[in-house]
């Protein structure tokens, strides 16, 4: 089944402890991409990768990092939390001009 | 800057009423519509796409949606609407053919009364 899958779905942790959120996808897509969800916002990008080796930031990406080594894989890393990162995340993975599959989504929470 | 606006925040229907919801973009240039539903506690599942030719699109469940360019506007529409429907909708335009710069909307929280 094609798909995007992350993990973990959710996560709590503390303010300034590192944490990888990774993302899978089984479709051999180049474009991948991170998003942060918060209400009345709707889906701001963080990072973006258009194939393996490039990255590029996206509108709102203070405070993230990300890789792209393999074209299936693009963790999305928090070098140190702070609460103002709590929010709900998503990968998505697009195979061209076709619109992007989503994961499930990462609901974290920085205390 | 480019934008993608989505006037109404929350609309709140009876089951069989019918539905519009707006959707305006500032992007000039060649773009690719979509119109995304996110079901309570759930991700994001496309709901229908623009990319060329008529702009009446058809998507699942019975929605709908117009591309008029002169207006800047992708509208989506359904004539009935079921309780089933309540969720989260997200206009997003892609630019050009890039499929890196999706902008999203704010989103709409649709509420059906059963």
């Known amino acids: 089944e094609a798909q995007v899958t992350q993990n973990p779905r959710y996560l709590i942790t503390v303010t300034g402890k590192k944490l990888t959120v990774t993302c899978s996808q089984n479709?051999?897509?180049?474009?991948m991409s991170w998003y942060r969800q918060d209400p009345g916002l709707g889906l701001r990008q963080i990072y973006y990768s258009m194939n393996v080796e490039v990255t590029d930031k996206g509108d709102v990406p203070e405070g993230y990092k990300v890789s792209r080594k393999e074209k299936r894989n693009f963790p999305l890393i928090l070098e140190s939390p702070s609460p103002n990162q709590t929010s709900l995340y998503f990968c998505?993975?697009?195979?061209?001009?076709?619109?992007?599959?989503f994961g499930s989504g990462t609901r974290l929470t920085v205390v | 800057a480019q934008s993608v606006s989505q006037h109404n925040h929350h609309v709140i229907l009876s089951e069989a009423a019918s539905l519009e919801l707006g959707c305006n973009y500032s992007?000039?240039?060649?773009?690719?519509l979509f119109w995304y539903v996110q079901y309570p506690g759930q991700h994001l599942q496309l709901l229908l796409k623009?990319?060329?030719?008529?702009?009446l699109v058809k998507g699942i469940k019975g929605f709908e949606a117009e591309f008029i360019k002169s207006k800047f506007s992708f509208n989506l529409r359904k004539p009935s609407v079921q309780w089933s429907d309540t969720a989260e909708y997200f206009c997003a335009v892609m630019r050009g053919s890039s499929a890196s710069k999706i902008i999203f909307g704010s989103g709409t929280r649709l509420s059906i009364r059963p």
């Open positions: 479709m051999n897509h180049e474009y």
């Open positions: 623009y990319f060329s030719g008529d702009p």
């Open positions: 992007y000039g240039g060649t773009v690719n």
């Open positions: 998505a993975s697009s195979g061209g001009g076709h619109g992007y599959t």
